[in-house]
């Protein structure tokens, strides 16, 4: 990749956010790391609001290749940053920020990594009738990378007004149509989608709220329900598709996805085949 530093000047990476201290990315980007022999140092960086700006001056000047960015500052970083390329300005948030001697860039590997969780050629992609529960940075990341792949997104938010920005944000393309419907999601939405994708923190270990998933919604073979929620990987909305015989597509995929191509924005190089994926594995099973 071009901004490569093969001067090896820029030794330290990290995760931005708040909190950070839960975050797998420093595993499985260390992993790769030390595997290629890369002298890279990857760091939990946490950082309160009021410090964005100075954390940001500091990645600029200090030896930082570069960082990954996570909640809450994905869409907060982007006016400190002096360029976004396509993919950050097509999700409108950033998750990965390089340093390019002093010039802070700003990407979206979120789309990559959530469009990996599909099989290469997936019939679901063709199929293609999307319902997106929640409208947040992830569900904006989300429709960016299915946009030109399927043929219809039906958005369902609390928030019906923010759901259709998210719309308008990302664009149209020719053949996806797209459309709003409020909360909560009804078992006619469910049987009128194909694919179903969890985009609310709804599921997660630690959320007060465990299910959206409507009581008699029927899920059936021909449905792919893929929740970005990967702690715990088995989410209630999961274990049901399974029981209905539902093909299920789990959020660590969208994670490993994510931090292979950020690794190859940082190094310039590709991880480890399967090395991430191992990695969390084992840092799942540890929680
Ligand atoms: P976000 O920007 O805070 O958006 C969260 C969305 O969920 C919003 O639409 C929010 O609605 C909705 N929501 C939250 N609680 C709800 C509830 N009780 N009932 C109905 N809707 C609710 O967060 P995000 O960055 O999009 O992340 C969302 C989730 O995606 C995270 O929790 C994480 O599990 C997952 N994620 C996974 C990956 C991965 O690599 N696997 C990457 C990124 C994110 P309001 O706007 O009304 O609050």
Redesign the pocket.
């Known amino acids: 990749m071009k901004n490569q530093d093969p001067t090896g000047t820029n030794l330290l990476l990290g995760i931005l956010g708040n909190p950070v201290s839960h975050s797998l990315s420093p595993n499985m980007q260390q992993s790769a790391l030390d595997a290629l022999g890369i002298p890279m140092r990857y760091l939990h960086l946490p950082v309160e609001p009021d410090q964005l700006s100075g954390a940001l001056d500091g990645i600029r000047s200090l030896p930082f290749r570069g960082v990954n960015v996570t909640?809450?500052y994905?869409q907060a970083v982007m006016p400190y940053l002096d360029q976004l390329d396509a993919t950050a300005q097509e999700a409108n948030a950033v998750n990965v920020i390089l340093n390019d001697h002093g010039c802070l860039i700003g990407y979206n590997t979120?789309s990559a990594?959530f469009m990996s969780g599909f099989s290469h050629g997936s019939d679901a992609l063709r199929r293609g009738r999307v319902l997106l529960v929640?409208?947040?940075?992830?569900?904006?990341?989300i429709v960016a990378g299915l946009m030109r792949r399927v043929s219809a997104i039906t958005v369902v938010?609390?928030?019906t007004p923010?759901a259709q920005t998210l719309l308008n944000t990302v664009g149209a393309a020719q053949h996806c149509q797209t459309a709003t419907l409020p909360?909560p999601v009804t078992p006619a939405m469910i049987a009128d989608h194909g694919i179903i994708v969890n985009?609310?923190?709804?599921g997660?270990q630690g959320?007060?709220?465990d299910r959206?998933l409507p009581e008699h919604a029927t899920l059936t073979a021909l449905h792919t329900c893929y929740d970005?929620?990967?702690i715990p990987q088995d989410t209630p909305f999961l274990v049901e598709a399974k029981r209905q015989g539902a093909h299920c597509i789990y959020?660590?995929a969208?994670?490993v996805g994510?931090g292979e191509v950020a690794f190859q924005h940082f190094t310039g190089q590709c991880p480890p085949h399967g090395l991430m994926q191992t990695v969390l594995d084992a840092s799942l099973s540890l929680l």
Do not use: H
């Open positions: 909640i809450p994905k979120d990594g929640g409208a947040g940075g992830a569900a904006c990341a938010a609390r928030d923010k909360w985009a609310t923190p709804i997660m959320f007060s709220v959206w970005t929620v990967y959020g660590k969208m994670l994510q």
